[in-house]
């Protein structure tokens, strides 16, 4: 697997692999989060980056330790294999250098030492098949390391139950989705907010990460060129990230709770 500066800082492993790209501040805070804390809520509006942020976040996990077990799910096949999976094979297919990987339809394995690792792995699952989100355990090692992790895309969408189903294997948990109105785990996550070790106020049993249409660094620019008197310059910092004069349409034709859902 990669060297141990990249188990350790995920932005190094995207500047060594796709030097061009650029993660924006509220990104980086996703990935540091899984880094540090067992679980990880993002509630995050339309056009944000959050697939794109959750693709990168699992391959770094993956080719980041050894051996490793993660389960992606959603909450039906399309979405799981054309949306968040095809951002991970764009990944695969865009690395500056090949990563030590073995890749098929929905379903990843390790190369060490030019073999096939049969102990690790990475899946989709639709989260309607409850019986694939049990049973990925890899014991804990003295090193501490996480080695498990489950990721709930499209969280509104997930039942209690699937989410329950993680809980005896997975070292850390990414929920993330638009926040359509819901009342599961996703939910009451995000109406909670964290939860802080008790021992560290550092590290989190749960954090929130809220991701909120002006976090878009393309309209934080805009805004930041507003306030000095200047007519926004429509330019785009982060590709694929809602632009300005998008946000200024949904803000004046949403009506308010599609505002809330999508920008807010």
């Not at 809980?167 to 819901?182: E, Q």
């Not at 990460?209 to 306030?227: F, G, H, M, T, Y």
């Not at 632009?243 to 034709?253: G, I, S, V």
């Amino acid at each position: 697997m990669l060297a141990v500066d990249f188990l350790n800082d995920p932005i190094l492993f995207q500047q060594l692999c796709w030097p061009d790209i650029r993660l924006y501040d509220k990104q980086e805070e996703i990935l540091y989060s899984l880094r540090d804390n067992d679980e990880t809520i993002v509630p995050a509006g339309n056009a944000l980056g959050k697939d794109f942020v959750t693709a990168f976040a699992v391959l770094w996990f993956f080719c980041s330790r050894s051996p490793c077990r993660i389960v992606t799910s959603s909450v039906d096949q399309p979405q799981l294999k054309g949306v968040l999976w095809g951002e991970i094979r764009r990944f695969i297919q865009t690395s500056k250098y090949p990563l030590p990987i073995q890749a098929n339809d929905l379903m990843i394995r390790q190369v060490v030492n030019g073999q096939v690792d049969p102990r690790s792995y990475l899946i989709g699952r639709v989260t309607a098949k409850g019986e694939g989100l049990l049973g990925h355990h890899i014991e804990k090692r003295p090193d501490g390391i996480p080695r498990t992790l489950a990721v709930f895309d499209e969280a509104s969408g997930v039942d209690q139950e699937a989410y329950e189903a993680t809980d005896t294997w997975a070292h850390r948990k990414l929920i993330i989705g638009n926040p359509y109105p819901c009342v599961n785990f996703f939910y009451r996550g995000v109406k909670s907010g964290d939860l802080a070790y008790d021992d560290d106020p550092t590290r989190f049993y749960r954090k929130v990460i809220r991701i909120k249409a002006v976090d878009s660094p393309n309209v934080r620019l805009a805004a930041q060129e507003e306030s000095k008197g200047r007519k926004p310059s429509g330019r785009i910092l982060v590709p694929g990230v809602v632009d300005y004069e998008t946000y200024r349409k949904r803000r004046r034709m949403w009506d308010p709770v599609r505002q809330s859902i999508g920008l807010d």
